[in-house]
């Protein structure tokens, strides 16, 4: 599975972007979607998953309510619609394919995408 995020970009705090992240390849082999972020200085972090089948979804605690995960089946495509961005979201977001039924872990994933910088602004 090959996966190509987009949507990154400079921002102020308040505002808003959507990432995006096209699969291809052998997509029937993945599950569960994710989406992971890492700040400069820390390590990668979980940000949300969504399941292709149910739609299913799961948020950490520090993007709940603010941001929302979806999936267009038909087109292979995910979306991370990110709200009221804050500066502590600054951080290079990948998303990332497993054939497990749910990732909540780095470790979960098999296939990654390239990552898209997020950057915002006080």
């Known amino acids: 599975v090959q996966l190509q995020a987009s949507g990154g970009g400079l921002v102020q705090a308040g505002g808003y972007l959507r990432l995006s992240c096209a699969a291809s390849?052998?997509?029937?082999?993945?599950?569960?979607m994710g989406w992971f972020r890492q700040a400069p200085g820390k390590e990668r972090e979980f940000v949300s998953t969504?399941?292709?089948?149910?739609?299913?979804?799961y948020y950490a605690d520090s993007v709940k309510g603010r941001f929302t995960i979806s999936r267009d089946n038909a087109k292979n495509l995910v979306h991370l619609q990110m709200n009221s961005l804050k500066p502590e979201d600054t951080a290079v977001y990948y998303c990332?394919?497993?054939?497990?039924?749910?990732?909540?872990?780095?470790?979960?994933?098999?296939?990654w995408g390239q990552g898209t910088q997020v950057t915002v602004s006080s």
């Open positions: 969504i399941r292709w089948g149910t739609g299913g979804t």
């Open positions: 390849g052998r997509t029937k082999s993945s599950t569960t």
């Open positions: 990332a394919a497993t054939g497990l039924r749910v990732g909540l872990r780095e470790d979960d994933y098999y296939f």
